[in-house]
């Protein structure tokens, strides 16, 4: 095993910095029907540790195979922080996607992606979160589909 250790990474040109990726971490949601109307659901809420304070953070959403009625609509919201009650971190994606019904055939993706809003001060444990708050019954990744919220920890 080899270790690459350095102060600092910097171009050719000496105003040039790079940012490279500390740690990329994946966390799911499987097939989860019957989600209520009217109020946010929590699918994900799981802890990662940061590896150096300061950092910023890629997040990338894929939730997909979603139905609900048709004319409908679906709100996903991501949080990053230190709770562990979602909505007390810091909001970094918040999308919303229109439904095309309940059948097999009417599934839409809903997708969210956000660089740079949230930046670690420590590196005590954090907390990534997914919520959905549909405006009618919702079945998310539908077909034994995966959901998927990618973080990406950046230095600077």
Same mark, same amino acid.
């Given at each position: 095993?080899?270790?690459?250790? !350095?102060?600092?990474?910097?171009?050719?040109? /000496?105003?040039? *910095?790079? =940012?490279? !990726?500390?740690? @990329?971490?994946?966390? #799911?949601?499987?097939?989860? /029907?019957?989600?209520? /109307?009217?109020?946010?659901? @929590?699918?994900?809420?799981?802890?990662?540790?940061?590896?150096?304070?300061?950092? =910023?953070?890629?997040?990338?959403?894929?939730?997909?195979? +979603?139905?609900?009625?048709?004319?409908?609509?679906? *709100?996903?919201? *991501?949080?990053?922080?230190?709770?562990? #009650?979602?909505?007390?971190?810091?909001?970094?994606?918040?999308?919303?996607?229109?439904?095309?019904?309940?059948?097999?055939?009417? !599934?839409?993706?809903?997708?969210?992606?956000?660089?740079?809003?949230?930046? +670690?001060?420590? @590196?005590?444990?954090?907390? !990534?979160?997914?919520?959905?708050?549909?405006?009618? #019954?919702?079945?998310?990744?539908?077909? /034994?589909?995966?959901? =998927?919220?990618?973080?990406?920890?950046?230095?600077?």
């Amino acid at each position: 095993m080899s270790t690459l250790r !350095v102060d600092n990474l910097r171009g050719q040109e /000496s105003s040039t *910095v790079f =940012k490279y !990726v500390v740690q @990329t971490l994946q966390f #799911t949601v499987a097939e989860t /029907s019957s989600i209520s /109307s009217g109020s946010a659901t @929590t699918l994900i809420n799981s802890t990662f540790t940061p590896r150096t304070s300061g950092n =910023k953070f890629a997040v990338w959403l894929h939730l997909p195979n +979603c139905t609900a009625t048709a004319g409908g609509s679906v *709100v996903a919201y *991501v949080y990053v922080g230190t709770s562990a #009650t979602p909505t007390s971190n810091t909001q970094v994606i918040f999308s919303q996607e229109r439904m095309e019904g309940t059948g097999a055939d009417d !599934v839409t993706s809903i997708h969210g992606h956000d660089f740079g809003t949230f930046t +670690c001060a420590s @590196t005590d444990t954090h907390y !990534v979160s997914l919520t959905v708050t549909p405006d009618h #019954t919702l079945t998310v990744a539908r077909h /034994s589909n995966t959901g =998927k919220l990618l973080l990406q920890e950046i230095a600077p």
